[in-house]
C-alpha cells in the first residue's frame, strides 16, 4: 500500500504539471482512454470471476506484493490517470493557474486516495471472511459488478440509449 499511495502521488504531481496542457488535448484521446480503462476493468472482472484455485477447491495463495509492484500499478491503472485529470481540470484549474496549489491538490488527491484504498482493503478482508462459504457466489457476483463498470466507463451504453 505504501507502494501504491508513493505512486499515486508521483501521478497526482504529474497530473498538476501537466494539467493546463492535457485538458486542451484531452477531448481527442479521451475515447482512448475509456477505451483503456473498459479493457482494464474487464480483466479485472475476469480476473475477480473466476480466481485460480488449487485442485482441492481453496485459494491459490498469492505472495504479497512488494512496494515496487504497488508502485508501478498506478502507472498501469488508466483509472488512476483519468481521475488526477478530471480532478485538477475541474476543481482547481477554473480557479487559479498557481502551480504551489496544483501540487497540493495533488497530495491532497493522493491523500483521500490512500483513505479509499486503506478502506477498501479492510473491506475486503473483511468480506473474504464474512462470505468465505458462498465465495463462488461473490466471485460471481462481483466480476458482474465490474463488467457492469467497463461497460459504462467505455461508453458504449451511449450507442444503445440513443434514441
Not at 8 to 16: D, G, R, S
Not at 64 to 72: A, E, H, K
Not at 152 to 159: D, E, K, L, P
Amino acid at each position: 500500500m505504501t507502494g501504491m499511495f508513493c505512486g499515486l502521488l508521483v501521478i497526482m504531481f504529474l497530473n498538476a504539471a501537466a494539467n493546463i496542457f492535457i485538458a486542451e488535448l484531452m477531448p481527442r484521446f479521451l475515447p482512448y482512454l475509456r477505451a483503456a480503462g473498459a479493457f482494464y476493468l474487464l480483466w479485472l472482472a475476469w480476473k475477480v470471476a473466476f480466481p485460480k484455485t488449487c485442485e482441492n477447491g481453496t485459494d491459490v495463495l498469492v505472495k504479497v506484493p512488494y512496494f515496487i509492484d504497488g508502485f508501478i500499478l498506478q502507472f498501469l491503472n488508466p483509472k488512476t490517470c483519468l481521475f488526477g485529470f478530471t480532478a485538477m481540470s475541474v476543481f482547481v484549474a477554473p480557479w487559479t493557474k498557481n502551480r504551489a496549489v496544483f501540487l497540493a491538490f495533488g497530495v491532497i488527491l493522493a491523500a483521500g486516495c490512500a483513505g479509499g484504498f486503506v478502506s477498501w482493503a479492510l473491506f475486503g478482508d473483511v468480506q473474504h471472511r464474512f462470505f468465505s462459504k458462498q465465495s463462488r457466489t461473490a466471485d460471481i457476483i462481483m466480476g458482474l459488478l465490474l463488467l457492469w463498470c467497463a461497460v459504462s466507463v467505455s461508453g458504449i451504453a451511449v450507442f444503445f440509449t440513443k434514441p
